[in-house]
């Protein structure tokens, strides 16, 4: 069989595309050429590749699973208080908290069918809300219907407060604020809110404390830790030396001092390590450093013993130095959390892309953008279980900086491919905290 042909065999298919790079067949994932408005197109599929040919009429909706409930927006509120977005909305809008049906697509995307007959709940649930009323215990108010209802009422306090929200983080308050009405509604965002600022505040605490961890680190490193010090998550990292521990830590520096002596010597090399920082004058065994010697300089060392430098052991620090300025040059970067990514080694932005891609894919997920914001890291805005999140990753990990939801503090711990399953479960328990809304 010539494997070839049938990479090079042309299909078409009538399929729903929503925008983005891609477009979903019954079976596979394919890759849009070119994008067009979103919309019914018949494409010509090549491999994996759908090139978006003339508009077509919808094919295949019968066999699709059929979803009711009632319209807020641009979304389908069902049992459950679930609001999904719908897709291919009609020019005309359906009149608020309408009953409609939808098809589940293949990808799980919602498609719009069309509104169904009404009766009196929906027309007093309309009047309710057209007159800031609650909906109390009205009978007859369907689940769904009643769920609309309260979205509807969370949106406008939503205008009042200026505080945002996504329906999965007041879903297990909505039947409340049915209810009870608009002063409910507000009571929910503001303790959204509340969340969200106490979240961000211990972001921001954890930051300092990372911060001023790796401040310390460099510092005890150069020239010891002088007192008890803990890392960003409280463990401690270092403590002072104890008199016997002291004692031991200066006999163990002055046999290595001893030993770099008798090495140096023999190979005519300078008494100071990579770095080049020479030990200053009459500072017997005690560490002081300085940036380097000069020609002709007496130092003393570990056993206080005073020598002085010829012009070849000069030459040969001045050269050993200048490698170590060259090193250091090239890994500036790594400290302020750029690395590579920021020297020689960054991704194309097409490479960029396609990797996000691939990762949200396998978790479900669909990328909507990206983009980078510098310091080595990206911005990805993608759509879970119909709803948006805005995430800050790491550019040559895809490590999350800052997963846009509240994640305790934990965001470093997940990856853009594992984030998504930490959502769905967040969803699920009602505990979803959104902190980027744009």
């Given amino acids: 069989m010539d494997y070839r042909k049938l990479l090079g065999k042309v299909e078409s298919a009538v399929l729903p595309y929503f925008g983005g790079g891609t477009v979903d067949a019954p079976s596979r994932r394919l890759r849009v050429t070119e994008p067009v408005a979103p919309g019914w197109w018949r494409f010509e599929v090549k491999g994996r590749e759908a090139t978006a040919r003339e508009p077509a009429a919808p094919e295949g909706l019968e066999a699709l699973p059929r979803v009711r409930g009632h319209v807020w927006g641009t979304r389908l509120v069902r049992e459950g208080a679930v609001a999904e977005p719908l897709a291919l909305m009609p020019e005309e809008e359906p009149p608020r908290l309408s009953p409609v049906t939808a098809r589940r697509w293949h990808d799980g995307t919602l ?3 069309g509104v169904e007959f009404e009766g009196e709940a929906e027309e007093t649930a309309r009047r309710a809300l057209e007159e800031d009323r609650a909906l109390g215990d009205a009978r007859g108010v369907s689940a769904s219907l009643r769920a609309a209802f309260g979205f509807a009422v969370l949106e406008a306090a939503s205008r009042g407060t200026g505080i945002p929200f996504a329906p999965v983080e007041a879903r297990a308050r909505v039947l409340d604020v049915a209810r009870e009405g608009r002063a409910e509604a507000e009571r929910c965002l503001r303790g959204l809110a509340e969340e969200r600022a106490r979240f961000l505040r211990m972001q921001a605490e954890q930051e300092a404390r990372r911060e001023e961890a790796e401040t310390r680190a460099w510092t005890h490193r150069e020239h010891g830790a002088p007192e008890v010090w803990r890392d960003a998550e409280g463990r401690e990292i270092a403590r002072p030396l104890s008199g016997r521990e002291r004692e031991r ?3 163990l520096h002055a046999l290595e001092a001893r030993a770099r002596i008798r090495h140096e010597s023999s190979t005519s090399e300078p ?25 002709g300089d007496a130092w003393r060392d570990a056993e206080g013993r005073e020598t002085t430098l010829s012009s070849r052991e000069h030459e040969t620090w001045e050269a050993r130095r200048d490698d170590s300025a060259r090193a250091s040059s090239r890994t500036s970067g790594t400290r ?15 490479d960029v892309g396609a990797w996000v891609e691939r990762a949200l894919d396998k978790a479900g997920a669909r990328l909507l953008a990206h983009r980078r914001l510098g310091d080595g890291l990206l911005e990805v805005v993608y759509t879970f279980m119909g709803e948006r999140f805005v995430t800050v990753v790491e550019a040559a990990t895809l490590r999350v900086r800052d997963a846009g939801v509240c994640l305790a503090g934990a965001d470093t711990r997940v990856t853009l491919e594992s984030l998504p399953s930490v959502l769905k479960e ?9 902190t980027r809304h744009v």
């Fill in 111 to 113: 498609l719009f069918e």
């Fill in 249 to 251: 830590w200066d006999a």
């Fill in 271 to 295: 008494p100071w390590g990579q770095d080049g920082r020479g030990v200053e004058r009459g500072q017997r065994g005690r560490g002081v450093v300085r940036d380097g010697p000069e020609r």
């Fill in 336 to 350: 302020d959390g750029r690395g590579p990514t920021r020297h020689g080694h960054r991704r194309s932005e097409s």
């Fill in 426 to 434: 967040a969803i699920e328990t009602d505990a979803l905290v959104i």
